[in-house]
């Protein structure tokens, strides 16, 4: 089994900066792409950013130029970087990795999301 674990999320105002992280332990073989993921009341859940293994990143229109996704490979943890937070970046953001088990299996994995409000 797996587990991810989240931090980092908070109440902050609009246009300041929050940092999230997240830790990835337990049956780790090889710890694929790693990414964040968020949902706001009443919508459904939405990319906000993914990185590779090998460090390429992807992210949403949304947080292109305000968000920066990383990763440390040594401590099976991802990170986002959030500037510039307007009150629609409101939402709770999950981490999630695809994760290859020492059984051979490949999973996605979800942690358990982090709150992250940013008032106006």
């Known amino acids: 089994q797996v587990q991810l674990v989240e931090s980092g999320g908070g109440l902050v105002q609009a246009g300041e900066s929050l940092s999230l992280s997240c830790a990835a332990s337990?049956?780790?073989?090889?710890?694929?792409?790693m990414g964040w993921y968020r949902q706001a009341p009443g919508k459904r859940r939405e990319l906000v950013a993914t990185i590779t293994r090998g460090g390429s990143t992807h992210y949403a229109d949304s947080a292109k130029g305000r968000f920066t996704i990383s990763r440390d490979n040594v401590k099976n943890s991802v990170y986002l970087q959030m500037n510039s937070l307007k009150p629609e970046d409101t939402a709770v953001y999950f981490c999630?990795?695809?994760?290859?088990?020492?059984?051979?299996?490949?999973?996605?994995?979800w942690g358990q999301g982090t709150q992250v409000i940013v008032s106006s």
């Open positions: 999630n990795a695809f994760v290859q088990t020492h059984t051979g299996n490949w999973n996605d994995y």
């Open positions: 337990g049956s780790i073989f090889i710890l694929n792409a």
